[in-house]
């Protein structure tokens, strides 16, 4: 769920703030009488989505605060509920609609002192919909670049706390994807395509979990092309940042030899 600013802020505001309008909505047509405009003032509007959102009705949240900004254009309370829309459809799962939601915000104000939470609340849009690892990852990539938008927009921010902490599963989640092919090519006996693939998961993800097992699987591949001096340098890497760990006992055992020693001037040091 998102920072709770909407407690901090929205919910905060004195219903008894807001001033009753009218706004006469008028129409005509020569061939049929103009249909009747129920005309409701804008505190009962605003109280109405008010009231939705509480209740977790968030479909007539959206209705009722999109009623605002149709109803009077030119409010203050417009602009608010422009930016509610966005996070009501976030809370009723409608992320297309909330994203398109918070970017029409950021273009119609974007000198806000909003806009860095509803960066956030794209980025968190495209989060909510990072899929299985076996899935297409475009959503996560998406994702990755909001998060990062929101940490070098607004570093230091609660929104920029929060993201990196995403940001540490979103990482997780491309390795393992490149994990997954990876171990695709290697049953397939492609081994210079499987290759590839872990060596990215040790290049562009070196701090996630599945380290230990694409080293190992560089191991095994350098050894099924025959290049054993480099599966030997590998494995050392291995043992060197993780001598406790499953994938180092299975990289020794693929060796099958003593444990090797890690060379000193081997440029593997500066990728942990």
Not at 50 to 65: C, G, Q
Not at 78 to 83: I, K, P, V
């Amino acid at each position: 769920m998102p920072v709770p600013f909407f407690h901090c802020i929205w919910l905060g505001l004195r219903r008894s703030a807001l001033l009753a309008a009218a706004v006469v909505l008028a129409g005509c047509s020569i061939f049929q009488e103009p249909e009747a405009v129920v005309e409701r003032p804008l505190e009962k509007i605003y109280n109405s989505a008010l009231d939705a959102l509480l209740a977790d009705d968030y479909p007539l949240a959206v209705t009722e605060f999109e009623q605002v900004e149709a109803q009077y254009p030119y409010s203050e309370w417009a602009t608010r509920g422009q930016l509610l829309v966005a996070y009501a459809n976030y809370l009723k799962n409608d992320y297309t609609l909330a994203i398109g939601a918070a970017e029409r915000f950021i273009d119609l104000h974007p000198g806000s002192s909003d806009v860095p939470y509803v960066r956030y609340l794209i980025a968190l849009c495209y989060y909510e919909q990072i899929p299985d690892v076996r899935r297409d990852q475009t959503q996560t990539r998406l994702a990755r670049e909001a998060l990062e938008g929101v940490i070098a927009r607004y570093p230091g921010s609660v929104y920029a706390r929060d993201a990196v902490v995403k940001l540490d599963l979103v990482y997780d989640h491309l390795a393992g994807k490149e994990m997954e092919v990876g171990r695709t090519y290697l049953q397939l006996r492609q081994y210079p395509a499987a290759l590839r693939r872990f060596a990215t998961v040790v290049r562009s993800y070196s701090e996630t979990s599945h380290i230990p097992e694409a080293l190992a699987r560089m191991v095994e591949l350098n050894l099924a092309l025959g290049v054993a001096g480099e599966a030997r340098q590998y494995a050392a890497v291995l043992g060197h940042n993780y001598p406790n760990n499953r994938w180092y006992a299975y990289a020794y055992d693929l060796l099958e030899g003593d444990g090797p020693e890690i060379p000193r001037s081997s440029w593997f040091f500066g990728l942990f």
